[in-house]
């Protein structure tokens, strides 16, 4: 399973950005989509996730600014940043949970590679 995450960039203080990460491979079903970050010097953080059923929980520094979405047409999953700040400076990365064959039912996770947002003026 291979995540490819895009949309990462220069964006000045109280802008927006819509990261998005496409996922590809072998999935039978995908349980969560989530959006992790890592700041420099900091420990990498879960901003929010989304459930197959669509259900979203975001960290509290982003709730009303951050919103995630997907289309399980395209196994892909979205986070649109509104209101960006300094401290949104990280390089995101996505993560899926998801199982891959139908008769096995263990659940597994991958990751993306990263893409780096800076927030500056």
């Known amino acids: 399973v291979q995540l490819q995450a895009f949309g990462g960039g220069l964006v000045q203080p109280g802008g927006s950005l819509k990261l998005s990460c496409a996922v590809s491979?072998?999935?039978?079903?995908?349980?969560?989509m989530g959006w992790y970050r890592q700041a420099p010097g900091k420990q990498r953080e879960l901003v929010g996730h989304?459930?197959?059923?669509?259900?979203?929980t975001y960290r509290d520094s982003v709730k009303g600014r951050f919103t995630i979405s997907r289309d399980n047409a395209k196994n892909t999953v979205y986070l649109q940043m509104n209101t960006l700040k300094p401290e949104d400076t990280a390089v995101y990365y996505c993560?899926?949970?998801?199982?891959?064959?139908?008769?096995?039912?263990?659940?597994?996770?991958?990751w993306g590679q990263g893409t780096l947002v800076t927030v500056s003026s």
């Open positions: 491979g072998s999935i039978f079903s995908i349980y969560a």
């Open positions: 993560n899926v949970i998801y199982r891959a064959l139908a008769h096995d039912a263990r659940t597994l996770d991958a």
């Open positions: 989304i459930t197959s059923s669509d259900t979203t």
